[in-house]
């Protein structure tokens, strides 16, 4: 896999699909947790009160995960990516499940979207052995864990959204036994009904590079009154 990119104090994996699905096949075969974050523009303006979580865990990979993201990377980082498709890569994740008999569970937070992902998979793998939780009726965390830990996925995907994401990260991912954790959020459901976004990514990209600057700025200063 290339090298990674340190942005808003997220060390981002840079990669492309093909990189990153060798390397999900090659965290499958290994006895450790893995977990893949796909982040959001939104999501990186959530992030600098949790930078200690992120530097502190082991076996996370950040990778960007919308347009948004992308367009404040370097045009060297933005073409090792190139036309990056989660929809494609879980689906090739999902081809490597049925050849290897592997267990995959979808995790959302709306029975909507948990059906939009379940249908879409199905269809292509009517033989793979997949199940489908919402968190939309749970009454509690440790409930939907148990509810994983039963299925005994070797792959969990998860689309629940930031604050739930930053609580399973920090606590309760490792309570499940899933081999490989992908959180996608809501950008594997947006890809899938093909929502446009486009007014969405020019905001979004400006205000992450006017953060990025400040951001530089900070650690400029930082660095100064260490030498100091």
Known sequence: MSNGLELFGIPFQICNERQLYEESCDFLEEPVLHTIIFVAAIQCNMMADIEETIRRKEQ?????????????????????????????YIMKLCE?????????????????????????????????????????????????????????????ISGIRFGELRRFIEGDRHKTNARLCICVGDLLTDEMSKKKKLFHTITMSRALKKRLRKYSIKEHEQDETIQK
């Open 60 to 88: 996370l990979l950040w990778i960007p995960g919308d347009d948004a993201v992308k367009k404040v990377l370097p045009k060297k980082e933005r073409h090792a990516i190139g036309d990056f498709s989660i929809q494609r």
């Open 96 to 156: 490597y499940a049925v050849d290897m008999g592997l267990d995959v569970c979808v995790l959302m937070n709306g029975e909507r979207e948990l059906e939009l992902i379940m249908d879409e998979i199905r269809q292509l793998y009517p033989y793979l052995a997949l199940r489908g939780l919402s968190t939309e009726h749970s009454t509690s965390t440790e409930g939907v864990i148990n509810e994983i830990n039963s299925i005994a996925p070797e792959i969990l």
